[in-house]
Each structure stands twice: as C-alpha cells, then as structure tokens.
C-alpha cells in the first residue's frame, strides 16, 4: 500500500508501478490478462500491463479502490504474492488509456536465458543505500537511458549513455571491465526507476561473471517515497513513463514536460528557446523531421489545441 510518509498526499488519482520475476504459463497469462482487462474496465483503470512467461510488469493510474482490487488480484495469481509495488498521488489521469499486452520480456534486454528467478544480485533496502554508494569501493552504475539520467540521478553514478536497455549488455561488455580495473572497487551497485531493470542487469552480470552484485530494491521510485529530502542523496528530478514525465523528491509532477515531436523531456527554459515549437519541434529534433513533417505536426497540435478549447468552455 502507499507509504505512510507524510508527504504523499492523497490526490484523486493513485499510481501504482509495479514488477515481478516470477515463471507464468501461456495459459495463466492468458487468464490473467482477460481478468485485468475486466477489473480495469470496471475501475476506469488506464496504463500499461505487461505478461510474458518471465513475469508481470506495469504502471497503472486511476481510483484508490481499483488499483487496490487490480494489484489484489495479481498477488493472487502469483506464488508467493511476491509483487514489488510503488504508489505515488496525481491530480489527473497519467495515462490515456489501459494497454494490457503478452511480450516476450518484461523489459527487454534481448540476451536469451536470464532469469532473476534464479540467478540475481544482493537487494538492498532504501535505508541502507546511501551508506553503500557513499562507500568508495562501490562501483555505482545507473541503468536508466541517457535521456532518463539527464534529469537526475545518484551523486558520483556512471552513465553508461544507452539509448534503450538493449543497449546495456554492449556497454558491459565494451567499457565495464576498464573501470573495474581503473577503480578495483569491491562491488557493483545499479539501480532504476522502479528495479525492473537493474534487477535484470544484476542477474546478467552474475551470468557474465561478475561478482558481488548489488542493486536498489524498488529502484528510485521506493527510495523516493521512503528516504527523506534532508537525508537523501538522489539530486534532480525522476523520469517517469506516464503523462507527469517526471516527478521530485516529494512524489509530485515535476517541471518537464514532453516535446510531442521526439518525445524527448524539456526543461522549463528549453521551452524558451527560439528552437522550440510547440507540438513541432525543440532544440534535440529541430534537425530530425522533414519539412512536411513538421507541418503534420503543426496540424495535430492546432487539433489538440482546438479540442482543448472546446473542452475549456463546456466545463
């Protein structure tokens, strides 16, 4: 459930990401995801569920009492109720719509035959985490994308600089022993957003040889909601993959918002910049598109806006 923190208030919607490594058969996902898609269209539930035969992994926004009967039932299913959740608050909807999909992976590493199940690196607790990345014979690697660790991240953490999680076992492979020997650190910590995926790269550095593997449990999402300001090490804001696109260190919507034409976060004063058109372009993509693309794109955003005009005088 929500943490009792003081700080995260309750608003009208709850968010919940959640994860779990677990085997499921084709026809438990198949179950599964006919009951999920009835308990979130009860509940006016929107987001994302994943189901492969490596576990589940979601993000979900809507009504307290759905999430609550959603998450429920999930736990439900699986062995040992072993469902890592993290609960934030919003004032409006995060998502457009519930997208509930089979997959191959949960998160997509693309390397076959690794299992968190049965081979992954030592979990450490929100409460302990400073006291190992502040350790300096703690080798420190964000596991994010480029774009997700340009608003903030860990004092002191590598940024291995990949486009998507796919890229990461190419990092290890190509640069990871090089800081080992530079900086012959006794371990290796990684973290994320919510700990899907570092979960998953401990559970491949282990297969590639590596040793004393750690990682943050639930990832920066947990530590948010449970370390406080005044004793926290995490410095920026956190990308989130819903419609706040990032939050701070209170759980609450941050100050970037989305280029619609690349979907890349803006800082309030990117927005400034000559570069920038709404809907059309920013500093990052004003070189990528075409000229009768950004005119598809002039169009849709005059469409948007019409739309929330008309939506602002019938309220």
């Not at 438990?28 to 999920?36: A, D, R, V």
């Not at 040992?80 to 457009?96: C, G, I, R, T, Y």
């Not at 919507?253 to 890349?264: E, F, M, P, R, V």
Request: with cysteine; glycine share 6%.
């Amino acid at each position: 459930m929500p943490s009792s923190k003081e700080k995260v208030q309750k608003l009208k919607y709850l968010i919940a990401a959640f994860y779990t490594f677990t085997h499921l058969s084709e026809t438990k996902i198949s179950s599964t995801i006919k009951e999920s898609k009835r308990l979130g269209n009860e509940y006016n539930i929107k987001g994302t569920i994943l189901f492969a035969k490596e576990g589940i992994n979601g993000t979900i926004c809507g009504p307290e009492v759905g999430i609550n009967k959603l998450l429920k039932y999930l736990e439900n299913i699986l062995p040992k109720n072993n469902l890592d959740k993290k609960f934030s608050w919003s004032k409006q909807e995060a998502f457009k719509r519930l997208r509930i999909r089979r997959k191959k992976e949960i998160v997509t590493m693309g390397v076959p035959n690794i299992n968190p199940t049965k081979l992954v690196g030592k979990y450490v607790d929100p409460s302990k985490w400073n006291e190992l990345i502040e350790d300096p014979s703690t080798l420190l690697i964000d596991t994010r994308n480029d774009y997700e660790i340009g608003l903030g991240s860990f004092k002191g953490a590598i940024n291995p600089h990949t486009r998507n999680f796919r890229e990461f076992p190419e990092w290890v492979k190509e640069n990871l022993k090089s800081y080992i020997e530079k900086r012959k650190p006794k371990r290796i910590a990684m973290f994320c957003t919510g700990g899907i995926r570092c979960e998953k790269a401990t559970s491949y550095l282990l297969q590639e040889g590596f040793n004393e593997i750690h990682h943050l449990q639930g990832g920066i999402l947990r530590y948010l909601e449970y370390v406080p300001k005044d004793k926290s090490s995490w410095q920026g804001e956190c990308y989130v993959f819903d419609q706040r696109v990032s939050i701070d260190h209170d759980l609450k919507t941050g100050k970037y918002q989305l280029c619609h034409a690349c979907g890349q976060p803006l800082a309030p004063e990117d927005l400034k910049k000559d570069s920038y058109i709404k809907g059309v372009q920013c500093y990052q993509c004003k070189d990528h598109f075409s000229e009768a693309d950004k005119r598809r794109f002039a169009d849709r955003q005059n469409q948007y806006d019409k739309r929330n005009q008309s939506n602002k005088q019938t309220n």
